[in-house]
């Protein structure tokens, strides 16, 4: 997947490829903080090259690989709100919302690199400007299938 991964080092702007896990891009997640995320599994390779940038790649569980997440705060701390990341189909048409994004579909995602500070700890985010959706992994709402016996009903 790295040969369609860009960054730009002058204007800290990246495109990077991946599946995607855990999507709240077309609502925010409001589970902590208010904010559009997706946890990106991207290729070894791609990994690597965002940990020569100083970035921390994250595992869990319930995730199939190594990730790392991208994300837009609702809420400025300057005050007043950013406006939601872009959102692009698999037509690379501009639309105003995406279907539910099950965990595994293929996207794109667009993304400004910045520093960032908060008392004796510091690191390198990633603002999620923008996500194209390339295939899309159904998302089902679980609904007690299987737990029961459906002759019963």
Excluded at 19 to 38: L, S
Excluded at 46 to 66: P, Y
Excluded at 113 to 136: F, N, P, T, V
């Amino acid at each position: 997947m790295s040969d369609v991964n860009t960054f730009n080092p002058n204007s800290g702007v990246g495109e990077v490829t991946g599946r995607a896990y855990y999507a709240n891009v077309v609502t925010p997640n409001t589970k902590y903080d208010d904010k559009w995320e997706v946890n990106l599994v991207l290729d070894d390779e791609t990994l690597s090259e965002f940990e020569s940038r100083g970035h921390e790649i994250k595992e869990k569980d319930n995730i199939d690989g190594r990730f790392l997440n991208f994300k837009r705060n609702v809420n400025r701390k300057s005050g007043g709100q950013n406006t939601r990341p872009v959102l692009i189909n698999e037509q690379r048409e501009r639309v105003d919302t995406l279907p539910k994004i099950g965990n595994g579909s293929l996207v794109k995602v667009q993304y400004s690199q910045y520093s960032w500070e908060h008392g004796d700890k510091a690191g390198i985010g990633r603002d999620l400007r923008a996500m194209q959706l390339l295939d899309l992994v159904e998302y089902n709402e679980p609904d007690g299938a299987g737990m029961y016996n459906e002759d019963d009903f």
